[in-house]
């Protein structure tokens, strides 16, 4: 395994068309990187691209150092897994079932190895429960138990603490910052959330499909560039080493 | 002590396996003429010669049918995410039986085509059915409910289409049987002849569909799951859409349509067991299919002494409530 994990050359992405343009980005193994962006910047496309599942219409992508250009779609779960924010639930899957739905290489993942995920996390004793009848946070640490049971060394997760109470967004960050320390995973989130950033090691602020900056959370996540990604009149105080956001708006008393 | 799946599918198998034998007994004795239970095992030469010629094949036929249409429901339940999908509901069903008329058609006006209708007849419903699924595919994306519209949408078009073309057909050769009936599905006067070409069809695609259940239930997640696991989310959506045609096309064409086999069963299977997993539900809705279109089939002839009704018209009279209680229920399955 290199030192980067994935890597995007000059790479154009869409589906009809590009959405993303040009995009260079180094992302390092056994990190937690967030993409922030608004809405429509392209964060869950860039996502798409690794998994093959948006186009690509120009330069490269490097998955473990291969061109995914030559990664068959058979192979990707090698390489590769992916967690929605949602899922398909509606039907009666037990919390087993949606763990062990999970590619291990070429095989899939045993009921010894899903429960091993979920005992990491602390969650087994809902293995037997459905999946559709659980908390959103309770879903989302079962999406990354079924994620680390894959045995993939990187992990993309769509909006990961999105509708989650602070709580349970708390205890997912905390979870994804546990596996990349233990596991020496790599997890690239998409998301929205300040607070997932923070406790990145890396962030890509993606705008208007277009890398706006990249870095630590430190470089990052300060007024002139969230002001300048969400086009609002953003903040950013240090209070104790903590990072509080601050939104200048007439209307938020 | 927790009751898990493997329980319930003991449970489910405590059930349907002596309900499926004891059907497979009621439809060989019952019928026009009754045959004793005694004679099953020995029986005489006019005993012999129902069962073998008439009965067995019908036995055959509702344990084939059963076991595609409810197969055919649970793939289409997962891969449009709709717990409401069947071949009947969607168009499927109806596009179907509109191809099977014109194969009867073009070998009607053309005698001298070296297809026969047993095999004319279901590759031209094979067309059919993927013509109706594309339409209402193409016309039924986005909300939920649009992909119930749109399959009664094509399934009226395609019902009219038959109704006129059987009214032509009649016109044109009146000494053709009429083939409406095929309107109401009916597994009454299958031959073996037609069995061969339904189970030869039918077996290799249930066997296929089983061994890729695990993959189904990534299509029944989401397209990025099921990419990231390995599976082009849309070619394998479009070879199974094209498998369930062809499991529609096949039953259709000599039985022709049974409703509601296919949304019930898969529905039945997945409450009995309290799961969803595809690898579990699609193996055992054949065992659940089977038995249900075997009592269904038994129905049809006890209902009026003397009578076969149409089996569509006692599968919807169990069908219609649980497509009721589902809508009612929004998407929960």
């Known amino acids: 395994m290199g030192n980067y994990v994935v890597r995007f050359v000059n790479a154009r992405i869409g589906y009809e068309e590009p959405i993303i343009r040009d995009i260079a980005l180094n992302i390092p193994t056994s990190s937690l990187t967030t993409i922030l962006g608004p809405n429509g910047s392209g964060k869950t496309t860039l996502l798409r691209a690794i998994i093959k599942y948006a186009s690509l219409f120009g330069g490269y992508i490097y998955i473990d150092g291969k061109n995914i250009s030559e990664v068959s779609i058979r192979d990707l779960p090698r390489y590769v897994s992916y967690s929605p924010a949602e899922i398909y639930s509606q039907m009666a899957l037990t919390v087993l079932d949606v763990v062990m739905s999970s590619r291990n290489g070429g095989g899939w993942v045993s009921k010894g190895e899903a429960i091993a995920a979920l005992k990491y996390l602390g969650i087994d004793d809902i293995a037997n429960r459905r999946f559709d009848e659980l908390s959103t946070g309770q879903k989302r640490l079962v999406l990354i138990a079924r994620a680390l049971a894959s045995k993939a060394p990187l992990l993309l997760m769509d909006e990961p603490t999105s509708n989650l109470d602070l709580g349970n967004k708390y205890r997912v960050i905390h979870t994804l910052r546990r596996i990349v320390n233990d596991r020496g995973v790599t997890v690239i989130a998409a998301g929205h959330d300040i607070d997932l950033a923070l406790a990145s090691d890396w962030v890509v602020a993606l705008k208007d499909g277009e890398v706006m900056a990249m870095g630590v959370p430190e470089d990052i996540i300060n007024g002139k560039v969230l002001s300048e990604l969400y086009g609002v009149d953003v903040e950013v105080f240090d209070v104790d080493g903590h990072r509080l956001i601050y939104v200048r708006d007439e209307f938020i008393k | ?333």
């Open chain 2, 1 to 333: 002590m927790i009751t898990t799946v493997k329980d319930f599918i003991i449970k489910f198998l405590w059930i349907f396996i002596p309900l499926l034998l004891i059907g497979i007994v009621l439809n060989l004795i019952i019928g026009e003429v009754t045959i004793p239970i005694k004679a099953l095992f020995d029986p005489t030469n006019a005993y012999r010669i129902i069962m073998m010629d008439i009965r067995l094949p019908e036995v055959l036929a509702c344990l084939v049918v059963g076991s595609n249409l409810a197969v055919a429901g649970a793939v289409m339940q997962a891969v449009f995410r709709n717990p409401l999908a069947e071949p009947y509901v969607t168009g499927t069903a109806s596009g179907a039986l509109f191809g099977a008329l014109l194969g009867l058609l073009t070998y009607a006006l053309f005698r001298a085509s070296p297809l026969s209708p047993i095999i004319l007849m279901p590759i031209l419903s094979f067309l059919g059915a993927l013509l109706a699924t594309s339409i209402v595919v193409i016309f039924g994306r986005g909300y939920w409910l649009s992909l119930i519209l749109a399959g009664i949408a094509v399934s009226i078009l395609f019902s009219s289409i038959v109704m006129i073309l059987d009214t032509y057909l009649l016109t044109i050769i009146p000494t053709l049987p009429a083939i409406v009936y095929l309107l109401f599905g009916t597994v009454s006067g299958v031959n073996w002849g037609e069995d061969i070409v339904m189970l030869s069809v039918s077996l290799p695609i249930l066997v296929y569909i089983v061994m890729s259940s695990h993959e189904i239930n990534l299509l029944m997640m989401s397209d990025e799951v099921a990419q990231a696991g390995g599976v082009s989310p849309r070619a394998f959506r479009n070879l199974l859409i094209a498998l369930v045609g062809l499991l529609t096309a096949v039953t259709v064409s000599f039985t022709g349509i049974i409703g509601f086999v296919g949304l019930m069963t898969p529905h039945i299977t997945r409450l009995l067991i309290s799961s969803s997993d595809n690898s579990r539900v699609i193996p055992l809705s054949v065992i659940s299919g089977s038995t249900i279109m075997l009592y269904a089939n038994v129905a049809s002839k006890v209902l009026v002494p003397g009578v076969v009704m149409p089996i569509t018209a006692i599968t919807s009279l169990f069908g219609v409530p649980v497509l009721l209680v589902l809508l009612r229920g929004g998407r929960n399955g």
